[in-house]
């Protein structure tokens, strides 16, 4: 049976992937079950579309099976018509299959109309709507004293609830405690319950068709030879990530990623004036932190944005213990920016945040020992200050200006 699934998305607009207050994924279909490929293509296209919609389904009007049937045996037709699964009509034994197969029962019709995920970033919510076709409806209510079946409605829909967010992939949990994970540039929809994982694949959107899309977010330099760090989903699926360093844009190499931890190291060609230093300690509860970056990147302003808060806890997002969560605004755009402490030294690395409608101040950070262990396993050492004295408002916006860099990638 195939399973309808939908998820919410987060309350605000995401300028790099050109969505709008809503947006309408079309003509999604059913791509894999089970981690098995349905189709031979992992991107989605028209003709896999209609094929996913078409069902060869089995003759259940007996009026009809006469008619086309020499010597139609009628209490064996009601007899095997009563062991069908609906849907599409599965015989459970085979010599139901065979009865259909051998008398040639079969006929082909379009089951939906369209399968949609409508994404509404005012109220924060995607919902999925499987819209039927007439024929659809009328061949359940034509077998409906059989197998007991409700008759669909025109159009079926169903809600779940976001959970967690960066800027190219949705985390969200649905009502029956499915887990779904929503991938914003692949317009992929993937459900995992229990042994079970189920893909759906959309229509490209305008903005995203060809398969390209732009992405962009925050990085800064741990070296004065052009290294930076910024968070890997960032750089993911970019063949080139750019970034703007004192007004001029430069390519940068793709040094190492690490996919787990979401961090990724960027070489630029040029020699900077300065770096962040990692602190020397670990991050503490209630301790004072700043966040540089570029949320919904330059679509706002060419500005570093920065905020502040408090350290809420030294555990990320189901219990990440490479994590720490903040109070400070993280939005999209922020990921892979620098989260320094009063003395400017890196304590995290912004990551990603909770839902702004369903939580306030819940994002987390990536711990800088964490960041510090990943340059080691790519012979790049961490720079950590002798000594460490706390500064002045104006000293920390510099240290963060002449560190921290807007990313992007087209």
Not at 116 to 123: D, E, L
Request: hydrophobic share 30%.
């Amino acid at each position: 049976m195939k399973k309808i699934v939908s998820v919410i998305f987060f309350t605000m607009f995401i300028s790099s992937y050109s969505f709008g207050s809503i947006t309408t994924l079309k003509n999604c279909y059913l791509n894999k079950v089970d981690n098995e490929q349905s189709w031979e293509e992992s991107f989605w296209s028209e003709t896999n579309w209609k094929q996913s919609i078409i069902v060869n389904r089995k003759i259940l009007d007996f009026d009809y099976a006469k008619k086309i049937v020499k010597n139609f045996d009628i209490k064996k037709h009601i007899d095997y018509t009563n062991q069908l699964s609906f849907p599409p009509y599965k015989c459970e034994n085979k010599e139901c299959e065979d009865y259909f197969t051998n008398n040639n029962l079969y006929e082909r019709y379009t089951e939906l109309e369209d399968r949609q995920f409508i994404i509404n970033a005012n109220t924060g919510i995607i919902t999925q709507y499987e819209i039927n076709t007439d024929e659809h409806i009328n061949e359940v209510r034509k077998i409906s004293k059989i197998t007991q079946r409700s008759i669909p409605k025109k159009e079926r829909l169903l809600d779940s609830t976001i959970i967690n967010y960066t800027d190219k992939l949705i985390r969200a949990k649905s009502k029956q405690g499915a887990d779904l994970l929503l991938n914003i540039e692949k317009n992929t929809i993937t459900q995992e319950e229990g042994n079970s994982v189920i893909e759906y694949i959309c229509k490209p959107t305008s903005s995203s068709a060809g398969g390209s899309s732009s992405s962009s977010g925050t990085a800064f330099f741990v070296s004065n030879k052009g290294h930076l760090i910024t968070n890997n989903h960032v750089v993911d699926g970019c063949s080139i990530s750019k970034i703007t360093y004192q007004n001029k844009d430069y390519d940068t190499k793709l040094l190492a990623t690490d996919k787990i931890l979401d961090l990724a190291l960027l070489k630029a060609d040029l020699s900077n004036k300065s770096y962040l230093d990692f602190s020397g300690d670990e991050a503490k509860k209630m301790q004072k932190i700043y966040v540089g970056g570029y949320p919904l990147g330059k679509g706002l302003s060419d500005d570093l944005k920065i905020t502040s808060g408090i350290v809420s806890s030294l555990k990320g997002f189901e219990d990440n213990s490479n994590e720490i969560q903040i109070d400070a605004a993280i939005n999209p755009g922020n990921s892979g920016g620098p989260i320094i402490n009063e003395e400017g030294e890196l304590v995290a690395i912004a990551v990603s945040g909770l839902a702004k409608d369903q939580t306030e101040g819940i994002n987390f950070g990536i711990k800088s020992s964490a960041a510090e262990r990943f340059l080691k396993a790519n012979k790049l050492k961490a720079n950590k200050s002798l000594f460490s004295t706390s500064k002045n408002n104006d000293e920390l916006l510099e240290i963060l200006e002449e560190a921290t860099v807007y990313t992007y990638c087209n």
